[in-house]
């Protein structure tokens, strides 16, 4: 098996041709930018609102809670979805028949498994906000 590089030369040109004109453009726009530094420049920017006390503030824990049982059960519908309209599609479904029984008995322990974390969390009070 004889492997030749003549063939890449087109490509590896292409891509050094796009590396220089990407740095040059930069280092262009560098040297030939104008530069006015002023104090509002360098005040940071959030949605055209002038910045009220220190960035550092500390959030509640229950935010970041909260956002990974969002992700949690978003990953849930990432995995039910798909076996649901593979399963239960239209009118052929694409998982054999001799799996569909095995595989909603799959589906349903991993549902019950999350719902049993769901019900932990709303015991252990991640759901209220005081």
Known sequence: MDFDLSTYYPILIYAVLIGCFAAGALIASHILGPRKDTKVKGMPYESGMDPLGDAKKQFDVRFYIIAI?????????????????SAYGAETSTLPLRFSTPAFVEMVLFTLTLLIGYVYAWKAGVFQWR
């Open 69 to 85: 049982l969002f992700l949690v059960f978003d990953v849930e519908l990432l995995f039910i979805y798909p076996w649901a309209a």
